[in-house]
């Protein structure tokens, strides 16, 4: 991953190493343990944090921003669509307390 797109997926130059726990297996222990969804992202995090959802769900809202729309296609205005910022965050201590390195170096 190149330094210019770092910002995309929640990394910076500092947290890389915290790239060694993102593993298929890492990802659906730490959804399990908060029942996320299979599709809902998961950011590893400095820290000993235990998996939580954060972020919003998708929503729609009247073009000013200023009111949420909770059924757009019975609204007789324009509407916005914001997407979901949802997403799973874990600190790479608590992967790392409950996987062997052997796990963790399996890909």
């Keep these: 991953m190149s330094h210019t797109n770092a910002h995309l997926n929640g990394t910076t130059r500092h947290d890389r190493g915290l790239q060694d726990f993102d593993t298929r297996l890492v990802r659906r222990v730490v959804r399990e343990a908060v029942g996320a969804h299979t ?19 998708y929503y729609w809202t009247t073009p000013s921003g200023k009111t949420e729309v909770q059924h757009p296609n019975a609204y007789g205005w324009p509407v916005l669509y914001h997407a979901s910022t949802r997403r799973v965050q874990v600190g790479a201590g608590w992967v ?12």
């Design 39 to 57: 599709n809902t992202p998961v950011r590893i995090v400095a820290g000993d944090r235990a998996p939580r959802i954060v972020g919003r769900s």
């Design 96 to 107: 790392a307390s409950r996987f062997s390195a052997a796990e963790l170096a399996a890909k």
